[in-house]
Protein backbone atom coordinates (compact mmCIF):
# COMPACT_ATOMS: atom_id res chain seq x y z
CA UNK A 1 0.00 0.00 0.00
CA UNK A 2 1.13 3.19 -0.63
CA UNK A 3 2.66 5.45 2.48
CA UNK A 4 0.89 8.17 3.44
CA UNK A 5 2.61 11.24 4.99
CA UNK A 6 1.96 14.64 6.13
CA UNK A 7 3.07 16.27 3.34
CA UNK A 8 0.90 14.38 0.68
CA UNK A 9 -0.19 16.37 -2.20
CA UNK A 10 -2.92 18.84 -1.72
CA UNK A 11 -5.40 19.92 -4.45
CA UNK A 12 -5.75 23.28 -4.42
CA UNK A 13 -8.80 25.24 -6.48
CA UNK A 14 -7.84 29.02 -7.12
CA UNK A 15 -10.75 31.17 -7.60
CA UNK A 16 -9.28 34.62 -9.36
CA UNK A 17 -6.14 32.85 -10.20
CA UNK A 18 -5.63 35.71 -13.07
CA UNK A 19 -5.51 38.82 -10.54
CA UNK A 20 -2.27 39.67 -8.34
CA UNK A 21 -3.39 37.21 -5.21
CA UNK A 22 -4.10 34.65 -7.83
CA UNK A 23 -0.85 34.88 -9.50
CA UNK A 24 1.11 35.23 -5.94
CA UNK A 25 -0.28 32.03 -4.94
CA UNK A 26 0.44 30.39 -8.31
CA UNK A 27 4.24 31.34 -7.80
CA UNK A 28 4.23 29.88 -4.17
CA UNK A 29 2.98 26.85 -5.27
CA UNK A 30 4.83 26.76 -8.11
CA UNK A 31 7.80 26.28 -5.69
CA UNK A 32 6.54 23.35 -3.45
CA UNK A 33 5.52 20.85 -6.59
CA UNK A 34 5.48 18.18 -4.14
CA UNK A 35 3.26 19.59 -1.57
CA UNK A 36 0.37 21.15 -3.62
CA UNK A 37 -1.44 20.34 -7.60
CA UNK A 38 -3.77 22.46 -8.85
CA UNK A 39 -7.08 21.35 -9.54
CA UNK A 40 -8.73 24.27 -10.89
CA UNK A 41 -8.66 27.85 -12.24
CA UNK A 42 -10.64 30.13 -12.32
CA UNK A 43 -10.70 33.59 -14.41
CA UNK A 44 -13.60 36.23 -15.41
CA UNK A 45 -12.34 37.40 -18.71
CA UNK A 46 -8.39 37.23 -19.04
CA UNK A 47 -7.88 34.20 -21.51
CA UNK A 48 -4.32 34.65 -22.52
CA UNK A 49 -3.20 34.89 -18.90
CA UNK A 50 -5.42 31.37 -17.88
CA UNK A 51 -4.04 30.50 -21.01
CA UNK A 52 -0.81 30.32 -20.10
CA UNK A 53 -1.29 29.30 -16.49
CA UNK A 54 -3.41 26.28 -17.40
CA UNK A 55 0.05 25.26 -19.59
CA UNK A 56 2.20 25.22 -16.41
CA UNK A 57 0.02 24.27 -13.69
CA UNK A 58 -2.09 21.61 -15.61
CA UNK A 59 -5.14 21.85 -13.46
CA UNK A 60 -7.95 19.58 -14.16
CA UNK A 61 -10.54 22.54 -14.65
CA UNK A 62 -10.56 25.85 -15.86
CA UNK A 63 -13.68 27.83 -15.08
CA UNK A 64 -14.50 31.21 -16.70
CA UNK A 65 -17.45 33.17 -15.47
CA UNK A 66 -17.94 34.87 -19.20
CA UNK A 67 -19.11 32.06 -21.92
CA UNK A 68 -17.93 33.78 -24.76
CA UNK A 69 -13.94 33.94 -22.91
CA UNK A 70 -14.49 29.89 -21.64
CA UNK A 71 -15.28 28.98 -26.12
CA UNK A 72 -12.01 31.25 -27.15
CA UNK A 73 -10.02 29.73 -23.79
CA UNK A 74 -11.65 26.05 -24.82
CA UNK A 75 -10.14 26.31 -28.14
CA UNK A 76 -6.57 27.73 -27.64
CA UNK A 77 -6.14 24.68 -24.81
CA UNK A 78 -7.42 21.91 -27.39
CA UNK A 79 -5.07 23.36 -30.36
CA UNK A 80 -2.11 23.09 -27.40
CA UNK A 81 -3.07 19.74 -27.07
CA UNK A 82 -4.06 20.64 -22.97
CA UNK A 83 -6.12 18.27 -21.44
CA UNK A 84 -7.98 20.73 -19.18
CA UNK A 85 -11.60 20.80 -19.26
CA UNK A 86 -13.19 24.36 -19.70
CA UNK A 87 -16.71 25.44 -18.09
CA UNK A 88 -18.19 28.41 -17.97
CA UNK A 89 -20.80 30.21 -15.41
CA UNK A 90 -21.05 31.09 -12.01
CA UNK A 91 -22.43 27.31 -11.23
CA UNK A 92 -19.43 25.69 -12.28
CA UNK A 93 -17.10 28.06 -10.21
CA UNK A 94 -19.41 26.64 -7.12
CA UNK A 95 -18.71 23.35 -8.10
CA UNK A 96 -14.51 24.05 -8.54
CA UNK A 97 -15.15 25.28 -4.67
CA UNK A 98 -16.91 22.78 -3.50
CA UNK A 99 -15.70 19.16 -5.39
CA UNK A 100 -15.27 16.63 -3.22
CA UNK A 101 -11.70 15.89 -4.76
CA UNK A 102 -10.12 19.61 -3.25
CA UNK A 103 -8.89 20.40 -0.28
CA UNK A 104 -7.91 23.83 0.00
CA UNK A 105 -9.38 26.80 -1.96
CA UNK A 106 -7.84 30.31 -2.59
CA UNK A 107 -10.83 32.73 -2.94
CA UNK A 108 -9.61 35.31 -4.42
CA UNK A 109 -11.74 37.11 -6.61
CA UNK A 110 -12.58 40.67 -6.11
CA UNK A 111 -15.39 42.05 -5.15
CA UNK A 112 -18.83 40.77 -4.29
CA UNK A 113 -18.61 38.13 -6.74
CA UNK A 114 -16.14 36.37 -4.79
CA UNK A 115 -19.13 35.41 -1.90
CA UNK A 116 -21.06 32.49 -3.25
CA UNK A 117 -18.60 30.44 -4.56
CA UNK A 118 -16.75 31.21 -1.01
CA UNK A 119 -19.49 30.62 0.62
CA UNK A 120 -19.86 26.86 -1.56
CA UNK A 121 -16.18 26.41 0.11
CA UNK A 122 -17.06 27.16 3.80
CA UNK A 123 -19.92 25.09 3.60
CA UNK A 124 -17.93 22.17 1.86
CA UNK A 125 -15.90 22.05 4.91
CA UNK A 126 -12.44 22.87 2.79
CA UNK A 127 -9.20 24.55 3.77
CA UNK A 128 -10.70 27.83 2.89
CA UNK A 129 -7.44 30.92 2.29
CA UNK A 130 -9.36 34.31 2.16
CA UNK A 131 -8.08 37.24 0.24
CA UNK A 132 -12.21 38.17 -0.61
CA UNK A 133 -12.37 40.62 2.40
CA UNK A 134 -15.94 41.53 0.61
CA UNK A 135 -17.36 38.25 1.40
CA UNK A 136 -16.78 38.20 4.83
CA UNK A 137 -17.58 42.17 4.68
CA UNK A 138 -21.61 41.39 3.06
CA UNK A 139 -21.88 37.89 5.02
CA UNK A 140 -19.78 37.59 7.55
CA UNK A 141 -22.10 36.08 10.75
CA UNK A 142 -23.54 33.57 7.76
CA UNK A 143 -19.73 32.64 6.72
CA UNK A 144 -18.87 32.13 10.24
CA UNK A 145 -21.50 30.01 10.30
CA UNK A 146 -21.25 27.80 8.03
CA UNK A 147 -17.02 27.59 8.66
CA UNK A 148 -18.03 25.88 11.86
CA UNK A 149 -21.13 24.24 10.86
CA UNK A 150 -19.22 22.33 7.99
CA UNK A 151 -15.74 22.29 9.99
CA UNK A 152 -13.92 24.05 7.46
CA UNK A 153 -10.57 25.70 8.12
CA UNK A 154 -10.61 29.53 7.49
CA UNK A 155 -7.30 31.33 6.98
CA UNK A 156 -7.18 34.76 6.66
CA UNK A 157 -5.01 36.01 3.80
CA UNK A 158 -5.26 39.72 3.85
CA UNK A 159 -1.74 40.71 5.50
CA UNK A 160 -3.25 42.14 8.25
CA UNK A 161 -5.29 39.58 9.49
CA UNK A 162 -2.78 37.05 8.42
CA UNK A 163 -0.35 39.72 10.82
CA UNK A 164 -3.53 39.20 13.43
CA UNK A 165 -4.04 35.40 13.31
CA UNK A 166 -0.23 35.05 13.98
CA UNK A 167 -0.56 36.69 16.67
CA UNK A 168 -3.48 35.62 18.88
CA UNK A 169 -3.85 32.57 20.31
CA UNK A 170 -5.80 29.68 17.36
CA UNK A 171 -7.44 26.75 18.20
CA UNK A 172 -7.13 23.59 16.13
CA UNK A 173 -9.36 24.10 13.81
CA UNK A 174 -7.47 27.29 13.19
CA UNK A 175 -9.90 29.76 14.90
CA UNK A 176 -9.24 32.80 17.83
CA UNK A 177 -9.76 30.92 21.08
CA UNK A 178 -11.40 33.64 22.77
CA UNK A 179 -10.50 32.40 26.48
CA UNK A 180 -9.83 35.29 29.08
CA UNK A 181 -6.79 33.66 30.38
CA UNK A 182 -5.00 34.84 27.12
CA UNK A 183 -5.81 38.41 28.00
CA UNK A 184 -6.40 38.98 24.45
CA UNK A 185 -6.68 43.20 24.85
CA UNK A 186 -7.14 45.02 21.68
CA UNK A 187 -5.94 44.69 17.49
CA UNK A 188 -3.65 46.98 16.10
CA UNK A 189 -4.81 47.53 11.95
CA UNK A 190 -1.86 48.69 10.81
CA UNK A 191 -2.59 50.97 7.45
CA UNK A 192 0.47 52.39 4.85
CA UNK A 193 -2.20 55.40 4.16
CA UNK A 194 -1.74 54.95 0.23
CA UNK A 195 -0.77 57.11 -2.05
CA UNK A 196 -2.13 60.42 -1.17
CA UNK A 197 -1.48 59.96 2.63
CA UNK A 198 0.58 63.38 2.81
CA UNK A 199 -0.43 64.99 -0.76
CA UNK A 200 -2.39 68.74 -0.72
CA UNK A 201 -6.33 68.38 0.42
CA UNK A 202 -6.86 70.68 -1.94
CA UNK A 203 -5.72 68.55 -4.97
CA UNK A 204 -7.69 65.60 -3.64
CA UNK A 205 -10.91 65.80 -6.15
CA UNK A 206 -8.18 66.28 -9.13
CA UNK A 207 -6.51 62.85 -8.36
CA UNK A 208 -6.69 60.17 -11.73
CA UNK A 209 -7.10 56.35 -11.48
CA UNK A 210 -3.73 56.05 -12.50
CA UNK A 211 -2.56 57.80 -9.29
CA UNK A 212 -5.16 56.34 -6.82
CA UNK A 213 -3.47 52.66 -8.55
CA UNK A 214 0.46 53.57 -7.81
CA UNK A 215 0.57 52.45 -4.28
CA UNK A 216 3.55 53.39 -2.62
CA UNK A 217 4.38 49.73 -1.16
CA UNK A 218 1.89 46.90 -2.43
CA UNK A 219 1.02 45.76 -6.17
CA UNK A 220 -2.35 45.05 -5.90
CA UNK A 221 -5.51 44.73 -8.59
CA UNK A 222 -6.94 48.17 -9.42
CA UNK A 223 -10.32 47.97 -7.04
CA UNK A 224 -7.93 47.46 -3.65
CA UNK A 225 -5.49 49.65 -5.23
CA UNK A 226 -8.51 52.89 -5.17
CA UNK A 227 -9.71 51.57 -1.50
CA UNK A 228 -6.19 51.93 -0.45
CA UNK A 229 -6.17 55.57 -1.76
CA UNK A 230 -9.59 55.95 0.19
CA UNK A 231 -8.74 54.12 2.84
CA UNK A 232 -12.17 52.16 2.53
CA UNK A 233 -9.81 49.36 2.61
CA UNK A 234 -8.75 50.24 6.17
CA UNK A 235 -12.65 50.37 6.78
CA UNK A 236 -13.07 46.74 5.10
CA UNK A 237 -10.33 45.33 7.49
CA UNK A 238 -12.15 46.64 10.29
CA UNK A 239 -15.15 44.74 9.64
CA UNK A 240 -13.35 41.90 8.32
CA UNK A 241 -11.38 41.88 11.82
CA UNK A 242 -14.76 41.91 14.03
CA UNK A 243 -15.80 38.77 12.19
CA UNK A 244 -12.88 36.75 11.79
CA UNK A 245 -11.90 37.60 15.44
CA UNK A 246 -15.33 38.10 17.02
CA UNK A 247 -14.12 41.17 18.33
CA UNK A 248 -16.13 44.23 19.16
CA UNK A 249 -15.29 47.51 16.71
CA UNK A 250 -13.70 49.18 20.00
CA UNK A 251 -11.62 46.42 20.13
CA UNK A 252 -9.98 47.60 16.88
CA UNK A 253 -7.93 50.63 16.84
CA UNK A 254 -6.38 51.80 12.91
CA UNK A 255 -3.08 53.23 13.23
CA UNK A 256 -0.78 54.61 9.93
CA UNK A 257 2.29 52.79 9.35
CA UNK A 258 3.51 54.07 5.98
CA UNK A 259 6.34 51.51 5.82
CA UNK A 260 3.83 48.60 5.39
CA UNK A 261 6.76 46.43 7.34
CA UNK A 262 4.81 46.02 10.92
CA UNK A 263 1.24 43.89 9.37
CA UNK A 264 -0.42 44.55 12.11
CA UNK A 265 -0.53 43.91 16.14
CA UNK A 266 -1.95 42.36 19.29
CA UNK A 267 -2.22 43.52 22.62
CA UNK A 268 -2.38 42.33 25.53
CA UNK A 269 -3.61 42.73 29.07
CA UNK A 270 -0.26 42.54 30.51
CA UNK A 271 1.30 45.08 28.08
CA UNK A 272 2.48 43.18 26.07
CA UNK A 273 1.97 43.56 21.90
CA UNK A 274 2.84 41.13 19.45
CA UNK A 275 3.08 41.95 16.13
CA UNK A 276 3.96 40.18 13.09
CA UNK A 277 6.36 41.98 10.33
CA UNK A 278 8.00 41.70 7.10
CA UNK A 279 8.50 42.87 3.77
CA UNK A 280 5.24 44.22 2.12
CA UNK A 281 4.75 40.94 0.09
CA UNK A 282 1.46 38.57 -0.84
CA UNK A 283 3.73 35.53 -0.42
CA UNK A 284 3.92 35.84 2.80
CA UNK A 285 0.49 35.37 4.07
CA UNK A 286 -0.26 33.02 1.41
CA UNK A 287 2.55 30.71 2.15
CA UNK A 288 1.48 30.71 5.73
CA UNK A 289 -2.13 30.40 4.72
CA UNK A 290 -0.84 27.15 2.38
CA UNK A 291 0.99 24.99 4.87
CA UNK A 292 -0.66 26.21 8.23
CA UNK A 293 -0.01 25.04 10.85
CA UNK A 294 3.80 24.55 9.39
CA UNK A 295 5.80 26.98 7.22
CA UNK A 296 7.33 26.92 4.24
CA UNK A 297 9.50 29.25 1.81
CA UNK A 298 7.75 31.58 -0.14
CA UNK A 299 10.30 33.68 -2.32
CA UNK A 300 10.39 36.69 -0.21
CA UNK A 301 13.36 38.32 0.57
CA UNK A 302 13.94 38.13 4.32
CA UNK A 303 13.38 41.60 5.89
CA UNK A 304 16.44 43.81 6.49
CA UNK A 305 15.37 46.03 9.35
CA UNK A 306 18.78 48.04 9.36
CA UNK A 307 18.08 48.92 5.63
CA UNK A 308 14.55 49.85 6.60
CA UNK A 309 16.04 51.97 9.16
CA UNK A 310 12.18 53.67 10.39
CA UNK A 311 9.36 51.98 11.27
CA UNK A 312 6.93 55.47 11.50
CA UNK A 313 3.19 55.31 13.35
CA UNK A 314 0.67 57.82 13.38
CA UNK A 315 -2.79 58.82 14.03
CA UNK A 316 -5.39 58.05 10.32
CA UNK A 317 -7.05 61.52 9.74
CA UNK A 318 -10.72 61.19 9.29
CA UNK A 319 -11.02 64.58 7.74
CA UNK A 320 -8.81 63.26 4.81
CA UNK A 321 -10.53 60.18 4.77
CA UNK A 322 -13.77 60.47 5.28
CA UNK A 323 -14.39 56.41 4.22
CA UNK A 324 -12.37 55.74 7.75
CA UNK A 325 -15.75 57.43 9.45
CA UNK A 326 -18.14 55.35 6.94
CA UNK A 327 -16.38 52.29 7.97
CA UNK A 328 -16.50 52.68 11.47
CA UNK A 329 -20.12 53.47 11.43
CA UNK A 330 -20.96 50.31 9.63
CA UNK A 331 -18.80 48.22 12.05
CA UNK A 332 -20.75 49.48 15.16
CA UNK A 333 -24.38 48.99 12.93
CA UNK A 334 -23.74 46.26 11.08
CA UNK A 335 -26.76 44.23 10.16
CA UNK A 336 -26.64 44.74 6.44
CA UNK A 337 -24.94 48.42 6.58
CA UNK A 338 -21.94 46.82 5.56
CA UNK A 339 -23.45 44.82 2.62
CA UNK A 340 -24.76 48.47 1.75
CA UNK A 341 -20.99 50.28 2.40
CA UNK A 342 -19.77 47.41 0.31
CA UNK A 343 -21.81 47.63 -2.55
CA UNK A 344 -21.68 51.38 -3.04
CA UNK A 345 -18.27 51.39 -2.83
CA UNK A 346 -17.87 48.85 -5.47
CA UNK A 347 -19.99 51.02 -8.12
CA UNK A 348 -18.31 53.81 -6.93
CA UNK A 349 -14.68 52.96 -7.43
CA UNK A 350 -16.20 51.19 -11.21
CA UNK A 351 -16.90 54.14 -11.61
CA UNK A 352 -14.08 56.13 -10.88
CA UNK A 353 -12.12 53.81 -12.89
CA UNK A 354 -14.21 54.51 -15.70
CA UNK A 355 -13.14 58.09 -14.81
CA UNK A 356 -17.06 59.02 -14.85
CA UNK A 357 -16.80 60.74 -10.90
CA UNK A 358 -13.53 62.14 -9.07
CA UNK A 359 -12.27 60.65 -6.22
CA UNK A 360 -13.82 62.18 -3.73
CA UNK A 361 -17.02 61.74 -4.91
CA UNK A 362 -16.28 58.31 -4.06
CA UNK A 363 -16.98 58.64 -0.03
CA UNK A 364 -19.93 60.85 -1.04
CA UNK A 365 -21.82 58.32 -3.13
CA UNK A 366 -21.27 55.91 -0.18
CA UNK A 367 -22.59 58.14 2.10
CA UNK A 368 -25.56 59.05 -0.19
CA UNK A 369 -26.23 55.09 -0.32
CA UNK A 370 -26.01 54.74 3.37
CA UNK A 371 -28.52 57.30 3.98
CA UNK A 372 -30.95 56.09 1.51
CA UNK A 373 -31.03 52.69 2.57
CA UNK A 374 -32.34 51.79 6.14
CA UNK A 375 -30.00 48.98 7.74
CA UNK A 376 -31.63 45.64 8.27
CA UNK A 377 -30.79 42.57 10.55
CA UNK A 378 -29.24 39.98 8.33
CA UNK A 379 -30.87 36.60 8.93
CA UNK A 380 -29.98 34.64 5.34
CA UNK A 381 -28.24 34.97 2.58
CA UNK A 382 -31.25 35.91 0.31
CA UNK A 383 -31.18 38.80 2.34
CA UNK A 384 -27.63 39.61 2.00
CA UNK A 385 -27.91 39.74 -1.70
CA UNK A 386 -31.29 41.44 -2.09
CA UNK A 387 -29.43 44.63 -0.13
CA UNK A 388 -26.91 44.34 -2.07
CA UNK A 389 -28.49 44.51 -5.38
CA UNK A 390 -30.79 47.41 -4.00
CA UNK A 391 -27.73 49.49 -2.81
CA UNK A 392 -25.68 48.97 -6.08
CA UNK A 393 -29.02 50.39 -8.00
CA UNK A 394 -29.00 53.28 -5.88
CA UNK A 395 -25.33 54.19 -6.08
CA UNK A 396 -25.42 53.56 -9.06
CA UNK A 397 -28.14 56.28 -9.43
CA UNK A 398 -26.15 58.59 -7.11
CA UNK A 399 -22.95 57.75 -10.34
CA UNK A 400 -25.61 59.11 -12.92
CA UNK A 401 -26.93 62.10 -11.11
CA UNK A 402 -23.06 63.16 -10.52
CA UNK A 403 -21.43 62.33 -13.81
CA UNK A 404 -24.27 64.43 -15.73
P1 LIG B 1 -7.39 41.46 -9.15
O1 LIG B 1 -8.28 42.47 -9.75
O2 LIG B 1 -5.95 41.49 -9.47
O3 LIG B 1 -7.93 39.99 -9.53
C1 LIG B 1 -9.27 39.65 -9.39
C2 LIG B 1 -9.55 38.22 -9.85
O4 LIG B 1 -10.97 38.00 -9.74
C3 LIG B 1 -9.18 37.97 -11.31
O5 LIG B 1 -8.69 36.65 -11.44
C4 LIG B 1 -10.52 38.09 -12.05
O6 LIG B 1 -10.59 37.27 -13.20
C5 LIG B 1 -11.49 37.59 -11.00
N1 LIG B 1 -12.82 38.19 -11.17
C6 LIG B 1 -13.10 39.52 -11.22
N2 LIG B 1 -14.43 39.72 -11.37
C7 LIG B 1 -14.99 38.49 -11.42
C8 LIG B 1 -16.32 38.03 -11.59
N3 LIG B 1 -17.36 38.88 -11.75
N4 LIG B 1 -16.53 36.70 -11.58
C9 LIG B 1 -15.51 35.83 -11.44
N5 LIG B 1 -14.23 36.21 -11.29
C10 LIG B 1 -13.97 37.52 -11.28
O7 LIG B 1 -7.63 41.52 -7.57
P2 LIG B 1 -6.58 41.18 -6.40
O8 LIG B 1 -5.79 42.37 -6.09
O9 LIG B 1 -5.90 39.88 -6.67
O10 LIG B 1 -7.61 41.00 -5.17
C11 LIG B 1 -8.40 39.84 -5.02
C12 LIG B 1 -9.06 39.87 -3.65
O11 LIG B 1 -8.05 39.77 -2.66
C13 LIG B 1 -9.83 41.16 -3.36
O12 LIG B 1 -10.96 40.85 -2.59
C14 LIG B 1 -8.85 41.96 -2.55
O13 LIG B 1 -9.50 42.87 -1.65
C15 LIG B 1 -8.12 40.89 -1.77
N6 LIG B 1 -6.76 41.25 -1.36
C16 LIG B 1 -5.83 41.53 -2.29
C17 LIG B 1 -4.53 41.89 -1.91
C18 LIG B 1 -3.45 42.15 -2.93
O14 LIG B 1 -2.31 42.32 -2.54
N7 LIG B 1 -3.74 42.17 -4.21
C19 LIG B 1 -4.23 41.98 -0.54
C20 LIG B 1 -5.21 41.70 0.38
C21 LIG B 1 -6.48 41.33 -0.03
MG1 LIG C 1 -4.92 44.24 3.72
Excluded at 48 to 77: G, I
Aim: proline letters at 6%; aromatic letters at 4%; glycine letters at 6%.
Amino acid sequence: MKQHHRQDQQAVTILGSTGSIGANTLLVIAEHPERYRVFALTANTRVDVLFRQCLDFKPRFAVMSDVASADCLRQQLHDAGSDTEVLSGEQNLNAVACAPEVDCVMAAIVGGAGLLPGLAAARAGKKLLLANKEALVMAGDLFMAAVIESGATLLPIDSEHNAIFQCLPIDLNGRFANDPNHGFAKIVLTASGGPFLTSPLSEMAAMTPAQACAHPNWKMGPKISVDSATMLNKSLELIEACILFDTPANKVEIVIHPQSIVHSMVHYKDGSVLAQMGNPDMRTPISYGLAWPERISSGVAPLDLVAAARLDFLAPDENRFPCLRLGRQAAEARGTTPVILNAANEVAVAAFLDQRISFTEIPAIIADTLSQQPSIAVDKLETVLLEDAKARRSALKFVEQRSR
